[in-house]
DNA sequence: ATGTCTTTGTGAACGCGTGCACAAAGATTG
DNA sequence: CAATCTTTGTGCACGCGTTCACAAAGACAT
């Protein structure tokens, strides 16, 4: 993923492998689009083609959180979908705020999906007094004074940081200040929190970057290398090697 | 990461590790900071803290790029900044197309970290004809009949689906069929390419899946179960479990 | 009830990624 | 020039994740 997993050592929460909890979603979408053409059973292989993987890492997915399956037969649809949301706990209600109410933040603010799967924008800020009680996704902007006691009042411990990357960290200890212990950020930037707290980051910059890399490979396969390295000691701010800033982008979003 | 990443079996292409290769990134981005403070010379020890990640992680990935280090001083930072821009294919222009300017779309086109890397906007295209002309981060939006002659007419090979989920197959067919081998997936969907075709998703609502999952593990620590699992078959439509649909999310964006 | 057929669940092997720990290399000082 | 000190580069071991391949389990037909 996109997406790029964090730091997480090994914590392999109570047996589950992270690896398995990162596809779980995934399974949970095939499953949900099957429910609703009231598809009563699936075998491995066909979610496994749905989900986009391979049917023997689904069967032992599926293993970890128990025997769900009927041999000869499959799935039950309706009731691993139960059972995924339920590991996943989005059998609950999560309230989120989201820090940064830029073009990304607003884009999140929009978004529809975000509802249907337990989480609820409880609100949305900006350090822009002039965004403050502009209503965006039906929702009105609150000035970043009032992040902690929105935090504490509303019971929020999920929030999705979508600022500038200068501003990231001081927003991220905020909340994490006020009781907030996972963030799901969007800036540019290597965010550092206490342990017990989770950080999870999307980064398009890098995605782009990983893409450029493979393009390359595909291209030039034959043309090896068309201008040779320069000397490692001199000053070498020539041509392609001399971008633009990246600490603090201009725009709200991903370097 | 979000970044989920996408089946690529052990590529290695070259003897670069896919693991290195997603880490380059962040480490140019750590070094150009640095070489915006005009530091020389860095200590895998200092930069790997920069980058947030282990030292020895560091030190063994550059050594995939070859011996760029003075043992005793540390990495030349320019050289470095050089050599991983080079690597990753930095140092030439990339044309992309954003697909579906809806308010991630946008979000995207307004992103100044865009072209700072290299990469360089090369159309706005969506569905919408209503969308035509209208100009977004200062680039007027193309209409989807003209996707076909603006790949081949700018070379683009890099596309980035910002479509809802309904449409990005067919908008990814029809970029691959153009002559785009690479593509940045937002939109909620598992795409099928054909061989040669990279693919990296970046969703959201998987992300913020997986966030739940850790912070009802941390919160239910003590209180194990709290609702019994229903039976396997009888029909289970209650409550939590009833989410909205998923494969037609109204917005514009992952879920 | 018996046999056949389908599909699950998993044991085992393999490969990738990570981190430790240290030898080698070079800078630096006396 | 020799000794010391810093920091790289990497051999090695370990653990996680993936995949194969198959036995066990159940459905279904006769």
Same mark, same amino acid.
């Given at each position: ?20 909890? *990162? ?24 979610? *496994? ?43 609950? $209600? ?7 109410? &830029? ?62 990357? &200068? ?28 342990? &017990? ?50 600490? $603090? ?7």
């Amino acid at each position: 993923m996109a997406t790029g997993r964090t730091h997480r050592p090994a914590t392999r929460s109570r047996g589950i492998p992270e690896a398995t909890v *990162a596809r779980l979603p995934l399974y949970l979408r095939a499953l949900t689009a099957l429910s609703e053409r009231s598809v009563p059973t699936v075998s491995s292989e066909e979610l *496994a083609a749905a989900a986009g993987v391979n049917s023997a890492k689904l069967r032992k997915d599926f293993s970890y959180l128990g025997s769900y399956g009927t041999r000869g037969v499959g799935y039950d649809v309706e009731y691993l979908v139960y059972q995924i949301s339920r590991e996943l706990g989005l059998t609950q $209600d999560w309230p989120v705020v989201i820090v940064g109410i &830029g073009n990304l933040g607003a884009a999140l603010a929009n978004y529809g999906g975000f509802a249907s799967r337990g989480f609820r924008v409880a609100a949305l800020i900006d350090a822009d007094p002039a965004m403050a009680g502009k209503p965006v996704a039906g929702i009105p902007v609150q000035h970043s004074d009032e992040l902690e006691s929105i935090i504490q009042d509303n019971g929020v411990s999920i929030g999705v940081i979508a600022t500038p990357a &200068g501003a990231a960290q001081p927003v991220c200890d905020r909340l994490v200040a006020a009781g907030v212990t996972s963030i799901l950020n969007f800036a540019p930037t290597v965010l550092t929190v206490p342990d &017990g707290v989770d950080v999870r980051k999307v980064d398009l910059s890098i995605e782009l970057q990983i893409l450029a890399f493979h393009e390359q490979r595909k291209a030039g396969e034959e043309a090896t290398a068309q201008t040779s390295a320069p000397a490692p000691a001199a000053a070498r701010r020539d041509s392609a090697t001399d971008q633009g800033p990246d600490g $603090d982008v201009p725009a709200v979003m991903p370097a």
